[in-house]
């Protein structure tokens, strides 16, 4: 890249067979979903990922919507998650008519905070969400074992965390059911786009009427009835054919891009630990399997307002970066829909702090020096103190 062009904050990227997938799927003579390259994403994620079930959804938002229902929440039902997240996580419950119940994180994942969701629980709580925020994995066997205790269904917003690992488990496999997201922001994208993992077999058979806007098409499929009919609610969750061919294309490479990535993350840890070790910016936790999915890479500025100073510092050296998220406990639809449990200090703190660096697969190690060398001459360090 040039000294001087825009290192945008994200860019979407193709690995080269989209398209001609793409014109496959138009020359198999159905574009509407549940066809062919549907079926290969499934079964893609169903080996690669290790779960009985994969349904393509249209986004994650769409998955974590089927996900409410399937988990059966209803009206005055409470499910526990972080406030730390995307709107898309308490929506999808909120639909329902059901009260997101927002508690803190953890300083160092940033995902929720395993040891505060059981004072949460109340009777009427009867789900509690993971949020795998950038890849890195929740306390899940804490988690499993509340959620067992309590006879809580588990979902894990698996969004950001393609083909991160919990102890030798992909995130998104190991509570009942797992949502992925595809959006063009993501690790593997098909522009909008996402996935639900039923890892729970006993919510397979409703999973797939829910898909199908809540007929038992997949039974007239199969042969079973000789009518397909309405049998519960449901919406049309599917991606077209159109989507799940760009996907398949992507998938097939998923290792490849999560493995350069991890590198660019790398290559970010190492110069900017110098300046961490001089007390000028915090960095994301590296747990001891490194850095999972590498996602998003992230620092942590002193305060707002010396992250709004960076933005635009970044933003003079032709360099976007953004940051995230308005905690959903202080927005308008969290403080209407929701309730706090406890001061969420941990979420307050890290939202006011956190700014997102350029992060995206056609990105090389060149960018992220240049980044580095931008942030070290906001901060007026020595250059030299980079590593190369
Ligand atoms: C944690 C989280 N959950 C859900 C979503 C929604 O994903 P989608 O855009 O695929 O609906 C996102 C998207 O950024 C997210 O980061």
Known sequence: ????????????????????????????????????????CQEWLETHLRTPKALLTHSCTAALEMAAILAGVEHG??????????VST???????????????????TLGIDERLVESAITPKTRAVVAVHYAGQPCAMTALTEICRRHNLTLIEDAAQAIL???EGSALGTIGDLGCLSF????????????????????????????????TNRKSFLRGQVDKYTWVDIGSSFLPSELTA?????????????????????????DLLTPLKQ??????????ADGPANAHIFYVLCKDTLQRSALIAHLDHNNI??????????SSPGGLKFGRSQGDLSVTNDVSGRLLRLPMYSEMGAGDVRRVCSAIADFFKADLSTLSN
């Open 278 to 287: 001089i007390g000028l910016l915090g960095l994301p936790f590296l747990s």
């Open 183 to 214: 959006h063009e922001t993501k690790n593997v994208i098909s522009g909008e786009g996402g996935a639900l993992l039923i890892n729970n077999p006993n919510l397979i058979e409703r999973a797939e009427i829910i898909w199908q806007k809540g």
């Open 77 to 86: 039902d409470e499910v526990i998650m972080p406030s730390f997240t995307f």
């Open 245 to 269: 061919a760009f996907l398949y294309a992507q998938l097939e490479h998923a290792r490849r891009i999560n493995s350069h990535r991890r590198a660019l993350y790398a290559k970010y840890v």
């Open 1 to 40: 890249m040039e000294k001087n062009s825009r290192i945008p904050f994200n860019k979407p990227f193709v690995v080269g067979k989209e398209l001609f997938n793409i014109a496959q799927a138009v020359m198999n003579g159905s574009i509407s979903g549940d066809g062919e390259y549907t079926h290969r």
């Open 90 to 108: 308490a929506n999808a419950f909120a639909l329902r008519g059901a009260k997101p119940v927002f508690v803190d994180i953890r300083e160092d």
């Open 320 to 329: 976007s970066a953004v940051f995230h998220y308005v905690p959903l406990h």
């Open 164 to 166: 991160s690992e919990n």
